[in-house]
């Protein structure tokens, strides 16, 4: 492996080829316009903007493959876009080149119910799908809150607060439709829910950010749609006896359907912004699903238990809709909420992952850090799977240096943890500089396979890889 500072030669985008994307795409779905460009520049999160030099939207696969033979055969890199609502700068375009937007390929292919599957196109928002499965009493599970599409969580596996119960994007996929970087359309998986035939390709391009190859259908996993729904709320004195309940809850047998974890300032600041009346500590959020009314009492009864006898010093439960609602809206924008009440700040949401047994050594860690390095973070996510946001709140530029150098050492912690640098975020433009520290020699097999399959590295170049890993 050549380590070196130059990637490869890439060509720009010419008049020529973009007669030729035209040709293949109609002009309507390509554009060259600033206002185009700068809108596909950059994710949610605060990587540096780059623009693409041409804008085009996929609309079938035929194009997909006849636009990544062409960008493969001119050496023009191909950057896949899904909403663009990434923390880590994933679908930015670094190197300029084509910005391949799945806006338009919205299309749900077919509900197939009584499978419990779906088969759609990759610009479809999750949440657009949900809506129209609804009338099927069925859901795709993952969730990660903002407006994702199909494409983007599957680039990213992205997850949510629901993922302890119903898994990550990952574990809620069957099969793919791939067009490879050199234009070649195939299909991974099948859509018997047992596969054991060969390599999992499916699983493989799940979670690699678009540089492997571009999915242009897929077919999820569904869930029926819950029909009754509690929720419940513990604080506690110490993060300790927040994550004893957290093993507890899980070890009762009683499947979460979210297990959320806040610290003392976050349950603070959403208290006071949404009125919940919480102590400003460690606290737990917690919801159930059932199919029988009577049992959600019962459930409910145990999950108290389990919090006072882990030391909850405050404890409700509710299977009130309207109440539910409210403590769910609080979390689901507690990073709204957090911007709103910090104008003229910088937020930077960084996320990782450890094993729940780790997870108080963790919260401990960063709560060590935020008085050693005086940065103001909020730290909360999914503790029923390891997962920790950490929102760094920063005033200017000094501060902002300060708080990253606190985000790498946070980092470096869950990977000591036997973690990761990121449980759903992915690594993007952000995290390169972690792959080595988590994945070993593993990286340089990461590196075998992504060169296998995209030799001439035009898809989302820049991302994954640290930049000293370049193909030779
Ligand atoms: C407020 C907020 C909260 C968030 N909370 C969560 C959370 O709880 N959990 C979570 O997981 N994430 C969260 N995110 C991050 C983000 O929403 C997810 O990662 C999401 O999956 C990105 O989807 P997208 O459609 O915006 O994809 P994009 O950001 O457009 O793209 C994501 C990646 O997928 C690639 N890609 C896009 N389409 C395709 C395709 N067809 N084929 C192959 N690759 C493709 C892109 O190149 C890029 O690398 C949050 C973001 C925000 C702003």
């Known amino acids: 492996m050549k380590s070196t500072d130059v990637w490869p030669a890439y060509q720009i985008v010419t008049p020529e080829i973009i007669a030729r994307l035209t040709e293949i795409s109609g002009t309507e779905n390509v554009s060259l316009k600033n ?4 809108l596909h520049a950059n994710d949610q999160g605060i990587q540096t903007a780059h623009c693409a030099e041409a804008l085009v939207w996929a609309t079938d696969t035929v194009q997909v493959s006849r636009v990544l033979a062409l960008a493969n055969q001119e050496r023009i890199p191909v950057t896949a876009w899904g909403a663009g609502t990434s923390l880590e700068g994933n679908p930015i375009p670094l190197h300029g080149g084509i910005l391949l937007s799945f806006e338009r390929m919205t299309r749900i292919l077919a509900v197939q119910a009584d499978d419990f599957q779906v088969t759609v196109q990759p610009g479809l928002g999750y949440k657009d799908l949900n809506h129209h499965l609804a009338r099927h009493g069925l859901f795709f599970a993952p969730d990660p809150g903002a407006n994702a599409t199909i494409g983007g969580m599957l680039g990213n ?6 993922t302890v119960k119903y898994g990550a994007t990952r574990d809620n996929v069957l099969k793919l439709e791939l067009v490879l970087a050199d234009g070649r359309v195939i299909q991974t998986g099948s859509r018997s829910v047992k596969q054991s035939s060969g390599y999992d390709l499916t699983h493989l391009m799940i979670g690699s950010e678009g540089t492997l190859g571009l999915v242009t259908a897929a077919t999820l996993k569904l869930a029926p749609v819950p029909v009754h729904i509690s929720a419940a709320i513990a604080s506690f004195e110490s993060v300790t006896a927040a994550i004893e309940a957290v093993v507890g809850v899980r070890g009762s047998g009683l499947d979460p359907a979210a297990l959320e974890y806040l610290d003392e300032i976050t349950s603070d600041l959403i208290s006071k912004n949404d009125g919940l009346n919480l102590p400003a500590k460690p606290t737990l959020l917690m919801e159930f699903h059932s199919t029988h009314a009577g049992s959600m009492q019962e459930i409910l009864e145990i999950v108290r238990q389990i919090c006072i006898e882990s ?44 094993p729940i047994s780790a997870y108080p050594e963790l919260i401990k860690f960063i709560e060590t850090c935020r008085s050693r390095y005086d940065v103001m973070a909020y730290a909360f996510g999914h503790a029923g799977d390891g997962n920790i946001h950490v929102l760094y709140v920063t005033g200017d530029d000094s501060a902002y240096q300060t708080a990253m150098q606190m985000n790498a050492e946070v980092v470096n912690q869950a990977i000591e943890l036997d973690g990761t640098a990121t449980g759903e975020h992915g690594i993007g433009m952000g995290k ?17 396979l992504k060169r296998s399959l995209d030799p001439n590295w035009i898809l989302n170049p820049g991302k994954i890889f640290p930049s000293n890993i370049i193909p030779a």
């Open 311 to 354: 030391g909850a010093v405050q404890f409700f439960s509710t299977i009130n809709q309207s109440e539910r609602l409210k403590l769910w809206h609080a979390r689901h924008h507690t990073m709204e909420t957090i911007v709103r009440n910090h104008p003229g700040h910088k937020v930077t949401n960084s996320d990782v992952a450890v």
């Open 35 to 38: 206002a185009d460009l700068e």
């Open 432 to 448: 390169t500089q972690f792959m080595r520290k988590e994945h070993g020699a593993g990286l340089d097999v990461m590196f075998s």
């Open 157 to 162: 596996n992205a997850a949510g607060i629901r």
